[in-house]
């Protein structure tokens, strides 16, 4: 059950992507070669065999994935723990060989701790070049 937030909003993503005239397909975590170990509701990345996506990719598809699940050895759903979208964005990304992975959220800044959990969590400092814009 924790999963199917993440599968109905690429669904429902994949259907507006349509709308507006471009072919997109939803995949959830298990669909997309997201291999987990078996700590169903804590678990842990262990593998990303990202065929599917290279295929859907290579015939002109936007790709939509879930995050925050993946699949066991056993075959079993599984999700990851706190952190488990981001987290299996990020390997995804790697899986790719992407030169980058943007994740976007509803914290203005990389905190000390959450924000939401840890009062007075302070953002870090951002001592990194900034980026040329996207064009």
């Not at 999963?3 to 349509?18: K, Q, T």
């Not at 995050?67 to 981001?86: H, K, N, P």
């Not at 000390?112 to 001592?127: F, H, K, M």
């Amino acid at each position: 059950m924790l999963s199917v937030g993440e599968s109905i909003s690429v669904a429902l993503a994949s259907m507006a992507i349509a709308e507006l005239g471009a072919h997109a397909v939803s995949l959830t975590g298990p669909q997309a070669g997201i291999w987990t170990d078996d700590r169903h509701g804590n678990a842990r990345l262990r593998e990303i065999r990202p065929g599917r996506i290279h295929d859907a990719l290579a015939q002109g598809s936007i790709v939509l994935v879930t995050g925050f699940q993946g699949v066991s050895a056993e075959g079993d759903v599984t999700t990851l723990g706190r952190g488990g979208s981001d987290a299996s964005a990020v390997a995804m990304a790697a899986a790719l060989g992407a030169c980058e992975c943007e994740i976007f959220t509803d914290v203005p800044a990389v905190f000390t701790a959450d924000p939401r959990v840890v009062p007075d969590a302070r953002p870090l400092a951002n001592d990194s070049p900034a980026r040329p814009p996207h064009t």
